[in-house]
């Protein structure tokens, strides 16, 4: 009996998380991403709720520890650079988490984990991604940007934000599921041999913001961010790195603190060669599948960096997936058997139950108090925030990170897959 055969476009994060439970309960799963190695790249994220399950399911606590940045807290600054509040991590085991959370890690590392979890059962196929597809009742003709041809029977788009396999399942005249939130965000490295592992947050004028956070002995993370639209920087958001840097170099020399030492870092390729930028959004779809091709993590519904819940929506999106193919499918892997024999009626079952058992989470998640961003745009605003944060602080009461987050869903509980527990570990 041949066993079900899987095709997951994208090896971030959600691709090998799903590709991780389907080749456990013996599926063939093929994993095909544009890049030509591992993209093992990319900014401090972390786990929260759910996600931690999620996560101790896979077994993957321990490698997951070993490679924690051990951040104690976020402080807010002025421009001084005096501190005007204290957040510290939640690492009592309970409750919510803070702005900090016990589960923070590097993108790259979190990557090479799920990679090495996967690569001995799952076929990884570097630099090709897929140019179109066509689909039946009973299969998925899968074109390859390398000319080779090859049939699926499922179709998964784990390719980010800016999905291409997103794009192939909607109709060409649907409206944009990509909602903008008017948020510039940049991002780069730079040399730092000392410091406290602590994240540093200041608020500019004229809807600004900078975030520092140091990861380990010789290198910081640095943040840029403006609220509001800008005709220049949509212009060079694809353009070349070196226009996009001088665009963001040019927002941020009168903004104060370390305003210009950063962008003078950024600028210089000698010392940050790993910038990028974005515009935050979310993507919002009534369905997150068409047939037998369904999309998982930022491609089905990214909830924007705002919310801090991007990681942790992967991990349980790919976690409740492989869950109801699991369970419409009765555990079977093969593609003869299973739901009466009638794989395809059960494929397509699994995924409407995905999309129904997921979108309470997802609907929770990117809802943002503010219905938007908000920042503190006058010097006046700044300081009125900066008193609140530290009063707050002062206090002991999270109640900032509790408005910004999504991390608590209410009413939702991880389910249980007896097909998924005994190919993972209790908690």
């Keep these: 009996m041949a066993a079900l055969k899987v095709l997951i476009c994208g090896g971030g994060i959600s691709g090998p998380a799903l590709a991780f439970w389907l080749s456990k309960i013996g599926y063939d799963v093929t994993i095909v991403e544009r890049f030509s ?3 093992a790249c990319g900014q401090q994220i972390d786990l929260r709720g759910h996600g931690i399950q999620a996560m101790k399911r896979m077994g993957l606590e321990q490698a997951f520890r070993a490679k924690v940045v051990d951040e104690t807290g ?6 001084s650079g005096r501190r005007k509040a204290f957040f510290p991590a939640n690492r009592t085991g309970k409750g919510l988490q803070s702005f900090t959370t016990e589960f923070e890690i590097m993108r790259g590392d979190l990557c090479r984990i799920l990679y090495g979890a996967t690569k001995d059962h799952v076929k990884y196929i570097f630099g090709v991604t897929v140019e179109r597809f066509e689909q039946d009742e009973s299969s998925v003709e899968v074109q390859f940007s390398n000319g080779l041809k090859d049939r699926f029977d499922l179709l998964v788009g784990a390719d980010g934000q800016g999905s291409r396999i997103r794009k192939m399942i909607l109709n060409p005249d649907s409206p944009d599921p990509f909602y903008r939130l008017h948020m510039y965000m940049a991002y780069f490295t730079i040399p730092q041999e000392d410091g406290e592992y602590i994240a540093t947050s200041y ?3 004229n809807n600004r913001f900078i975030v520092t956070r140091k990861h380990d002995s010789h290198r910081a993370q640095a943040y840029l961010g403006y609220s509001g639209e800008s005709d220049r920087l949509n ?3 694809k353009g070349e790195v070196r226009e996009q840097k001088k665009v963001w170099a040019e927002l941020f020399q009168d903004a104060g603190w370390k305003a210009q030492s950063l962008v003078g870092a950024m600028q210089d390729d000698s ?3 790993d910038f990028f930028t974005h515009q935050a959004g979310q993507v919002r779809l009534d369905s997150w599948s068409r047939g037998r091709v369904v999309l998982v993590g930022d491609a089905a519904y990214c909830p924007s960096p705002l919310t801090g819940m991007g990681t942790t929506t992967a991990l349980v999106g790919a ?5 109801e193919i699991a369970k419409h499918l009765n555990g079977s892997n093969g593609v003869d058997s299973g739901n009466g024999g009638d794989v395809g009626a059960g494929l397509i079952s699994a995924l409407e139950a995905y999309n129904s058992q997921f979108r ?6 990117q809802k943002l108090n503010t219905g938007g961003v908000w920042l503190p745009s006058s010097c006046w605003g700044i300081s009125v925030f900066n008193f609140i944060a530290g009063l707050a602080s002062s206090l002991h009461l999270d109640v900032l990170s509790k408005w910004v987050l999504r991390e608590d869903v209410r009413g939702w509980d991880l389910p249980d897959y007896a097909e998924l527990a005994e190919h993972g570990v209790a908690e």
């Design 37 to 39: 190695c591992l993209r």
């Design 74 to 79: 976020i402080e807010l600054v002025d421009s």
């Design 203 to 205: 608020f500019a004028p």
């Design 235 to 237: 212009k060079v958001m």
């Design 271 to 273: 010392l940050s060669n």
């Design 319 to 323: 976690y409740v997936l492989a869950g």
């Design 360 to 365: 309470p989470f997802v609907s929770q998640v």
